[in-house]
């Protein structure tokens, strides 16, 4: 089993990069497999849609989930999401790391969740939160933000941190049964000084490092693969 | 000034399809001008990247807020990205409508936000709420949901609806200045009865023409073109 960190960042000097490399290095040293998804210099493409699938379970209506179910029983993902769904099967942990846009995860790494945990795959009806698949395995987030800690507190112009990444936070990490902590945040990460950088660095390589340490104590179940099952729902 | 419809669906037969549709005919039945940007229909691409621009304010290290600042100074955006930006100017309101994915817009909606709504054409440092750019517009938002009404409620298993939608809401849709009531919901769309779906129609109906109206009545001052303004901070 590796850690995986999914890394959303168009620019490596950014310090959204240097979050990605420190992780890197640490989980490296403290002696984990890593794998990262490097979703900008991969050039992932987060458009749903059929060239998702090999397979075709409707070819007169496209219904994304009930094609995403019948492509889970039968290998029917293409490529990259099949490249992508290995990387996330053989994790025991998985970490988000990426700047917040728009009060939220960028385009490429929202693109990623839609089509790599893909109905069938990654949960299924009944199956999510404290049912959820990915149960016994860890996940954090490390988020970057331009805007002060204070624009995300009480009274801010944003709303409190956990407002803005409840989304994020609750409805796809949690809602995957991944084990979780409080969300990592660099507040104002190009506004503050290079010492608050560094420690920045320092607390993440922290929280790493605890991710992945809790993980690898436990054991993860592997994903159920079930054959046959099929989305009950119709197209929203 | 016309009313902008932002569709984001891959299947035409959708409920979401349906929510676009019935928009674009009572508004146009109101005698509104409307114009629809169809991101599946017309393959909007939601990466950023410097394919955004047709100018470069800095070859060496790509900081995105920093390059749509001077894009926006020297009309250097890509012809697709121009394009959505004449949309939204020439509108004096927004409407989104989209399926709740993973307790969010879909990434091709996410990557619109994104790309289109460009440092210095939708925003500037300080000129954000109740001093952004759109004020005197109205935005309105239409998501389908797969979940029941009970599921985005109090003790529910996703949170409460507003919880889920407020980065939505909060960190995009009101960040912009736009003059917006509670979003319209089709809760559990593709599982409730056809009536129960007709009623959501007719409820969206009554909603698409009070934004529209609203608006109408207002005269949206036109956005600011300001030359020579360039983003104060770093990359995250």
Redo the contacts between chains.
């Keep these: 089993m590796s850690v995986l960190i999914v890394y959303a960042h168009?620019?490596p000097?950014?310090?959204?990069g240097a979050l990605k490399d420190t992780a890197v290095r640490v989980l490296t040293q403290a002696g984990h497999d890593v794998e990262v998804s490097d979703l900008?210099g991969e050039q992932f493409?987060?458009?749903?849609?059929r060239h998702d699938f090999t397979t075709v379970a409707n070819p007169q209506?496209?219904?994304?989930?009930a094609e995403q179910a019948h492509a889970s029983a039968s290998h029917g993902f293409s490529a990259e999401l099949a490249r992508e769904q290995r990387r996330v099967e053989h994790s025991s942990a998985v970490i988000l790391v990426f700047?917040?846009?728009?009060?939220?995860?960028?385009?490429?790494l929202?693109?990623w969740?839609?089509r790599v945990?893909a109905y069938g795959f990654a949960y299924e009806d009944g199956m999510?939160?404290e049912t959820g698949f990915f149960r016994g395995r860890g996940g954090l987030m490390g988020a970057?933000?331009?805007g002060t800690r204070e624009r995300f507190s009480e009274g801010g112009?944003?709303?409190t941190i956990a407002?803005?990444l409840?989304?994020?936070q609750?409805?796809?990490i949690e809602?995957l049964g991944l084990d979780t902590p409080e969300p990592f945040v660099a507040y104002a990460?190009?506004?503050v000084s290079p010492r608050q950088r560094e420690e920045y660095l320092r607390q993440w390589a922290d929280r790493v490092l605890h991710c992945a340490g809790t993980a690898a104590r436990q054991l993860p179940e592997p994903l159920r693969a079930k054959a046959g099952t099929s989305a009950t729902?119709?197209?929203?």
Tied chains: 1, 2.
């Design positions: 168009p620019e000097s950014s310090f959204t900008y493409n987060p458009v749903a849609g209506r496209f219904h994304y989930q700047p917040l846009w728009w009060g939220g995860v960028p385009a490429i929202k693109g969740f839609e945990l999510r939160y970057v933000t331009g112009a944003y709303g407002q803005v409840w989304p994020t609750h409805c796809m809602y990460a190009p506004r729902t119709w197209s929203s």
